[in-house]
């Protein structure tokens, strides 16, 4: 039987087994892991779990948790702060290589 029917019964595609996971399910992970992670910051009692549960995201994960702290925040200062101190730490790991800087699009900087 083809896949997606069972006893001859066409199953609807929310119920099949992903072949790969999507962007949408890892991005509502990671949504999950933000909130777990904010939920253990700021009590020192819970470091030890935090860093436990950072250290088990794969790449990716890491990636979306990181860029989902920053875009939701919407105080200007809270994420001129959260910038500042990412600086800082790229600076003190001089074996961070920047990304490329676009020359075209959203992301350029002009005169480059």
Request: with cysteine; glycine share 6%.
């Amino acid at each position: 039987m083809p896949p997606g029917v069972i006893n001859k019964h066409p199953v609807p595609a929310t119920h099949l087994a992903p072949q790969q996971p999507s962007r949408v399910r890892v991005y509502t992970m990671t949504s999950s892991y933000l909130e777990a992670l904010l939920a253990l910051s700021g009590n020192e009692a819970f470091a030890d779990a935090r860093m436990r549960l950072i250290d088990n995201l794969n790449w990716e994960e890491l990636e979306i948790v990181a860029v989902e702290g920053i875009t939701g925040c919407t105080n200007r200062k809270v994420r001129e702060r959260l910038v500042c101190a990412m600086l800082n730490i790229l600076k003190e790991n001089p074996n961070v290589e920047p990304a490329t800087i676009p020359k075209t699009g959203k992301y350029a900087i002009m005169g480059i």
